[in-house]
T-cell receptor, first 115, second 114 residues
Framework: EPEVTQTPSHQVTQMGQEVILRCVPI?????FYWYRQILGQKVEFLVS????????KSEIFDDQFSVERPDGSNFTLKIRSTKLEDSAMYFC?????????????FGSGTRLTVV | DQQVKQNSPSLSVQEGRISILNCDYT??????FLWYKKYPAEGPTFLIS?????DKNEDGRFTVFLNKSAKHLSLHIVPSQPGDSAVYFC?????????????FGKGTKLTVNP
């Protein structure tokens, strides 16, 4: 079964450092997303990406965040200067969005710890 | 801003019995509702969805019911199995602006006891 792959599974970084979280979406999917889940809280939408541009973003997704699809397979989330409160599980997802929501698939996540 | 609410943080049922997980929403402009299952250290896994124009969708042991007038949906699992033990998230997709973002509830941890 096709899956969304995320690397690394766990990233520890110093406060103020830049991090790049990587994702390989399902190959025929056209829409890509990042979500995060702070420990004990709900999963929150960060950004959606379609046709090489951001289609929607939340208020969480400020200037510290950026996304990129550098080649035909990877989709990355960059946090420029990490803060302690950025510590969370970050989930990448992709979908076909043919009207069938069943295709909305999540990766296993990257646990980001900012120290 | 809790547009999707799961008021029960946990639920415990006996194997073979029915599990009923509840979800309420405040925004009338949701197009689809979805249920996801999540194990520790894994991403949410899609279980079942329902369009806002339907009131029931069934897939094997899983049935989702939607009551639009009450802004309430529920997931029924019958019979429950120990492998169903996980956190279950209710999620919704807004209609407006062609959004594809999922709005999640906080989740309900289901424990199915053998």
């Amino acid at each position: 079964e096709p899956e969304v792959t995320q690397t690394p599974s766990h990233q520890v970084t110093q406060m103020g450092q830049e991090v790049i979280l990587r994702c390989v979406p399902i190959s025929n999917h056209l829409y890509f997303y990042w979500y995060r889940q702070i420990l004990g809280q709900k999963v929150e939408f960060l950004v959606s990406f379609y046709n090489n541009e951001i289609s929607e973003k939340s208020e969480i997704f400020d200037d510290q965040f950026s996304v990129e699809r550098p080649d035909g397979s990877n989709f990355t989330l960059k946090i420029r200067s990490t803060k302690l409160e950025d510590s969370a599980m970050y989930f990448c997802a992709s979908s076909t969005w043919t009207g069938g929501v069943d295709g909305y698939t999540f990766g296993s996540g990257t646990r980001l710890t900012v120290v | 801003d809790q547009q999707v609410k799961q008021n029960s943080p946990s639920l415990s049922v006996q194997e073979g019995r029915i599990s009923i997980l509840n979800c309420d929403y405040t925004n009338s402009m949701f197009d689809y509702f979805l249920w996801y299952k999540k194990y520790p250290a894994e991403g949410p896994t899609f279980l079942i969805s329902i369009s806002s124009i339907k009131d029931k969708n069934e897939d094997g042991r899983f049935t989702v019911f939607l009551n639009k007038s009450a802004k309430h949906l529920s997931l029924h699992i019958v019979p429950s199995q120990p492998g169903d033990s996980a956190v279950y998230f209710c999620a919704a997709i807004p209609t407006q602006g062609g959004s594809e973002k999922l709005v999640f509830g906080k989740g309900t941890k289901l424990t199915v006891n053998p």
